[in-house]
């Protein structure tokens, strides 16, 4: 009996086994040895977004000039596109597959909440991702070896936005923020950025309704507030703002990459006037990239265009450079970087923070169409 059990168990064992090959051999289904494709993921809230920025064509315009000069290592570079609609649940099952896909290199995810979650996955499986939006100075808080951000952080926008404030003598500011993750942090980078000039945040609030705007705005009226910064969604700041224009129509508003998309412009419509942001400086970017896209697309890149091309091109460059495409290897070169020529810049690798320099972040007045103003 014992003998019949054992060949039961040896065959059981058999038959799982390979069943288990036969799992991987369809899971593994990108970036064989033999196969003359190459692909990277890319993971972000595909529905929600790609209506409302120029993400996608910086991407595919950047897959487009690498196949066209030659592919990765000889190979045609794909994107293997994923939604993960922007839930922390739905991009961890991402990650896992693309691990489990034979996926090495990932470009995603859209905001600092879900990007800061699934960043452990990545880190836990060796996949090398590069976040192209997330901006929250608590993504990279704890130290990574193959997690990156391509893009500049609240730092870099509060730094540019302060430096504003100082150069237009404003003393007292009042900050509106989300009370989430995300509000907070940015809020804390503006207040830090500020302080560098003295200029004093007076007020902070995270809810403005019809029931408290009077009330807001006296109290701002008696501290001298003569800018508000918003540190918010666009989901959640679009009321605000109209009515913090009702009642203060000429104080300037001031924020980062937040401001930027059509569906801020369309539903502020009438209220665009003195609102400034901090993005790239449009006129220090690529002059062959900016050619080339509106060529392309008959419209200039917002700045999502601009890190998707800059994330998909670092991937390429670094593959090209360690001849392979192992994780291990594309993280230790990306840590190594210094001077690289990206459209936003000359960017070099700080070790210590974690994060790249070199961002071309200045800070622009949009006008009535949501556009950056001519300067």
Not at 19 to 28: K, S
Request: proline residues 2%; aromatic residues 12%.
């Amino acid at each position: 009996m014992r003998a019949v059990y054992g060949v039961y168990v040896v065959v059981i064992c058999l038959l799982l086994l390979t069943a288990c090959v036969g799992v991987q051999a369809d899971i593994a289904t990108y970036n064989s040895q033999d196969s003359d494709d190459i692909y990277i993921g890319i993971a972000y809230p595909v529905a929600l977004n790609d209506g409302d920025s120029l993400f996608r064509e910086g991407y595919e315009l950047a897959i487009k000039h690498i196949n066209e000069n030659g592919g990765v290592l000889g190979k045609t570079l794909h994107a293997a596109i994923r939604d993960d609609n922007n839930d922390v649940h739905s991009a961890m099952q991402i990650a896992d597959a693309f691990h489990e896909q034979g996926i090495t290199a990932v470009i995603g995810h859209w905001t600092t909440n879900v990007s800061y979650f699934v960043s452990a996955v990545y880190e836990k499986n060796r996949v090398v991702m590069v976040t192209p939006t997330a901006t929250g100075m608590n993504l990279l808080e704890y130290y990574n070896n193959y997690v990156f951000r391509m893009f500049a952080n609240h730092e870099v926008m509060s730094h540019a936005l302060a430096d504003h404030s100082a150069d237009h003598n404003h003393r007292h500011v009042a900050i509106f923020f989300d009370d989430n993750e995300y509000g907070r942090d940015f809020a804390t980078a503006m207040e830090i950025q500020l302080s560098r000039h003295n200029i004093a945040v007076v007020d902070r609030v995270s809810s403005i309704t019809s029931f408290n705007i009077a009330d807001i705005s006296a109290r701002w009226s008696a501290f001298g507030v003569d800018a508000v910064y918003i540190a918010s969604s666009v989901e959640n700041f679009v009321q605000p703002i109209k009515l913090i224009r009702d009642s203060n129509p000429d104080i300037p508003i001031l924020s980062g990459d937040n401001f930027v998309g059509s569906s801020f412009n369309y539903q502020l419509e009438d209220y665009m006037d003195n609102i400034f942001i901090a993005t790239y400086d449009i006129a220090l970017l690529d002059r062959d990239f900016l050619k080339k896209f509106y060529e392309a697309y008959g419209q200039s890149p917002d700045i999502r265009a601009v890190a998707a091309y800059d994330s998909v091109q670092l991937l390429a460059s670094a593959m090209e450079v360690v001849g392979s495409i192992d994780a291990s290897a594309i993280a230790a070169y990306i840590s190594s970087i210094s001077g690289y020529n990206a459209v936003s810049g000359a960017l070099t690798f700080d070790r210590n923070s974690g994060e790249f320099e070199g961002f071309r972040v200045i800070v622009h007045e949009i006008n009535t169409n949501g556009d950056i103003k001519d300067e």
